[in-house]
């Protein structure tokens, strides 16, 4: 793979869940989490800053696949107030890749009035929900 890039993905593009199929071509490499609080917006999740855990997966993938989930998650290149996701860098910091920097998707819009998954893990929530 050319020039490899990391991605935490922690909502639908998980496996099982609704999107896993943009993840096809991509290297699963573990479980990890990264500080933030995440939100239930509906059909899918949003990370924001905070100081809580939300668990996840990273993954490898080249440069055009990480593109192509840009347009997944609606960032709109050099744009940001447009984007209803904006890739950011995040830092892992549990599992066997702590402390390395991935790419993530941060939720670009407000959260208010939308329910705290207080326990960071999106699966686990859906489970519970069902």
Known sequence: MKNP????????????????????????????????????LG?????????GLIAGEIYRLDPQ????LDEVEEMVADDQDASLFWRV???????AHATQWV???RYNRSVQGFPLVTHGDYRAYLSACR
């Open 5 to 40: 890039e990391l991605l935490f993905v922690y909502g639908t593009l998980l496996p099982g869940l609704r999107l896993e199929r943009e993840m096809e071509g991509a290297k699963h490499l573990g479980a990890g989490k990264v500080r933030g609080c995440l939100y239930d």
């Open 43 to 51: 059909s899918y999740p949003g990370l924001v800053e905070g100081e």
């Open 65 to 68: 696949h990480l593109m192509r």
């Open 89 to 95: 860098r995040v830092q892992i910091v549990t599992g």
């Open 103 to 105: 790419w993530c998707y």
